[in-house]
């Protein structure tokens, strides 16, 4: 690869935290078809087809999780698929209707925010429950038993990693 481009000119990936990267495969340009432009056709098989009657979401969860759909509970098969998105706001989206989709009863887990400044806690809790930091959890977070979940850093070590039921 001759170019001065960032990464060589290809498309990457970054996952969560960005001293983190992906692991990178030498060689790995793929053998994907490309147009005039050399813009990469996507095979038909890898398309949602999706109507204005349904929501594209709801869509999409449909076709990469089946399991939710026929109800065969076989929920753990869903532990090796993922839907990729650009942005956390569709990532906490997806989170939100897959959560529900999964049996149990939800809990809800609400971080503490507070202000240097207690007479201004009144004024700011609202919208410091908006700020979402790269590398800090949301402010509401849903979770159900058997529900699948991933640790990106564990802020005490010497506790493990197991959560526990009340």
């Given amino acids: 690869m001759n170019t001065k481009a960032i990464f060589g000119g290809k498309v990457i990936v970054l996952d969560g935290d960005f001293r983190q990267t992906l692991p990178i495969v030498r060689k ?23 109507t204005t009657k349904s929501d594209p979401l709801e869509q999409l969860i449909k076709v990469v999780y089946p399991e939710f759909k026929d109800g065969s509970g076989n929920l753990a098969s869903s532990n090796n698929k993922a839907i990729l998105t650009t942005k956390n706001y569709f ?3 997806i989170n939100d209707a897959l959560i529900i989709k999964f049996p149990g009863e939800v809990t809800e887990y609400l971080s503490y925010d507070e202000t240097f400044n207690p007479n201004y806690q009144g004024q700011y809790v609202d919208f410091l429950n908006t700020l979402t930091p790269n590398g800090l959890p949301m402010y509401r977070l849903l979770l159900k038993l058997d ?3 991933i640790l ?15």
Avoid: C, F, W
């Fill in 28 to 50: 790995g340009d793929g053998t994907e078809k490309t147009d005039q432009n050399d813009i990469i056709k996507l095979p038909s098989s890898i398309l949602v087809k999706h």
């Fill in 152 to 166: 990106l850093r564990n802020l005490d070590p010497t506790e493990g990693y197991v959560m526990e039921q009340d």
């Fill in 91 to 93: 990532v906490d989206k």
């Fill in 147 to 149: 529900a699948p979940i």
